[in-house]
């Protein structure tokens, strides 16, 4: 189990019931084991973030980004997210929300080939 912030649990429950489109959109294919077998939480603190969808048995966490993520200080406080989380072992996946609106098979593919280039070069 990840570290988290209990009082982020509120904030992690709002999201979840005022997901963007994008995030609803790929929740459709994550949900419910869909892909790979595997179960995705979504709106999921960790640490003092609340990560869009993760994954505990592969651990990913994949990200939809919106346009607030493409200027300056998004951009660091992503790069400093990330830094955060890849020091849990944690690999962090972004998208951009076009990219899931408009070519979501080629995402979910992306996902599932990280998936399980991870699982090949870490056997069980």
């Known amino acids: 189990m990840q570290p988290y912030n209990k009082n982020l649990k509120y904030n992690a429950r709002q999201l979840r019931n005022n997901m963007t489109e994008a995030e609803q959109k790929l929740w459709l294919r994550l949900r419910q084991k869909q892909l790979l077998g595997l179960q995705f939480y979504r709106q999921k603190p960790i640490l003092n973030f609340i990560v869009d969808f993760y994954c505990p048995a592969a651990s ?65």
């Open 60 to 124: 990913l966490i994949i990200e939809c980004d919106g346009s607030q993520h493409l200027n300056e200080k998004g951009l660091k406080y992503d790069l400093l997210r990330d830094q955060a989380l890849t020091q849990l072992n944690l690999t962090v996946l972004r998208f951009n929300n076009l990219q899931i609106l408009h070519e979501l098979d080629a995402v979910v593919q992306t996902i599932e080939n990280v998936i399980l280039s991870q699982h090949a070069d870490n056997p069980s």
